[in-house]
């Protein structure tokens, strides 16, 4: 009897339940991918914020990825440990850190994408083009939606 033979129907046809377990399986795979490289799917997102914004405050990159701010700042420390990000004070406002992506972390946000992208792949590997496309276009449109509504 396969898995899906045991899983209700009901859970089958819940959008929740198959998001999840998408979820899961995607991510599965890209932090073992990641993992080759000693680094995170959390620590990935924030040097693409960085990366894609020069510099952000802690704060923001927190808000703009659902991190809580004690989480991000075990975060950062990381990026910086692997030398990929710096964090110096705001010239505005003392209490406030800004974190950019160093030369190292640009580079390494180049071969971490590379990983993420290929363990995508793997975990979508049944999935054609066409229904990846779907997929993100599906994703981007409900984000959206709750962007706006918010």
């Given at each position: 009897m396969s898995i899906m033979n045991a899983i209700p129907d009901a859970l089958l046809e819940s959008p929740s339940f198959q998001i999840e377990r998408l979820r899961r399986r995607t991510r599965d795979e890209v932090e073992q991918a990641l993992a080759?490289?000693?680094?995170?799917?959390?620590?990935?997102?924030?040097?693409?914020?960085?990366?894609?914004?020069d510099a952000a405050s802690q704060s923001a990159l927190s808000e703009t990825l659902a991190i809580d701010a004690s989480d991000m700042?075990?975060?950062?420390?990381?990026l910086e440990s692997h030398g990929w990000?710096?964090?110096?004070?705001?010239?505005?406002?003392?209490?406030?850190?800004?974190?950019?992506a160093t030369k190292k972390g640009r580079k390494a946000h180049a071969e971490?994408?590379?990983?993420?992208?290929?363990?995508?792949n793997n975990a979508l590997d049944s999935s054609t083009n066409k229904q990846l496309?779907?997929?993100?276009?599906?994703?981007?449109?409900?984000?959206?939606?709750?962007?706006?509504?918010?």
């Open positions: 080759t490289k000693d680094a995170t799917l959390r620590e990935h997102w924030v040097l693409a914020c960085l990366i894609g914004q700042v075990r975060l950062v420390d990381q990000a710096k964090r110096e004070r705001d010239p505005q406002d003392r209490r406030r850190q800004i974190v950019t971490l994408t590379e990983l993420v992208t290929e363990a995508e496309k779907h997929l993100r276009k599906l994703a981007s449109s409900i984000l959206d939606a709750d962007e706006v509504a918010s």
